[in-house]
């Protein structure tokens, strides 16, 4: 049992080191990801989200020194007693409580370092989840920016239509008032030239 239990042990160590990796590369990823952002306040929330994913893996770690610690005391503890103690029966029934203490031990370990496991490994899918909508979003924004900038294309070509209109029609009125003044200066001079000849 002590054996399978040691197994047990090194394979929830293993998967706590891969997702101790894992996370620092996401988290990696989330800084890269805040560098690359356009606007302040974007880079802000996403540096915001890395922290928390930061504070989260140390916190992990802590808990795994612990475990590794703990363990470690135990080890030794009982290595020290089984020394100590002589060959008689007290001993001997000393020696099994201590073993059964240390089998107990190790599975309350065993059970922490499966917790932590579990933790880290909720904490790569929070995070995968966080940089999969934090892309979307960032998706999202670099399509509204180009549609805001064909949109400010079509205004500014709108704005160029409208005054080239409103000089034209500035242009039109002027001639419509020549035009006007021309017509009626020729029918005053008609006039003049019918009614007063003499003039």
């Known amino acids: 049992m002590a054996s399978s239990a040691d197994v047990h042990v090194r394979i929830c160590g293993q998967e706590i080191i891969k997702y101790d990796l894992e996370i620092k590369a996401l988290v990696q990823d989330l800084e890269q990801m805040a560098r690359e952002q356009d ?20 916190s992990n770690q ?18 020290k007693d089984e020394l ?10 000393q020696r099994k409580v201590t073993k059964e203490c240390l089998v107990e031990t190790s599975s309350n370990i ?6 932590i496991s579990r933790m880290m490994s909720e904490q790569v899918k929070q995070t995968e989840d966080t940089i999969g909508t934090l892309a979307t979003s960032s998706r999202t924004v ?16 709108g704005r160029k239509l409208i005054l080239k ?12 008032f020549l035009a006007l003044a021309l017509f009626f200066a020729t029918v005053l001079y008609i006039l003049k030239k019918r009614l007063f000849p003499f003039i």
């Open 142 to 157: 670099l399509e509204t920016n180009e549609e805001f900038k064909s949109m400010t294309g079509t205004i500014h070509f």
């Open 84 to 93: 100590l103690q002589g060959g008689d029966y007290q001993s001997t029934r």
């Open 165 to 176: 209109y409103n000089r034209r029609e500035l242009t039109d009125k002027l001639l419509i």
């Open 39 to 58: 606007r302040e306040t974007d880079r802000l929330a996403i540096l915001s989200e890395t922290e928390n994913q930061r504070r989260q893996m140390l």
């Open 62 to 79: 802590t808990a795994w020194r612990k475990a590794n610690l703990a363990c470690k005391l135990c080890i030794d503890h009982s290595e």
């Open 110 to 115: 065993t059970e922490s370092l499966m917790s």
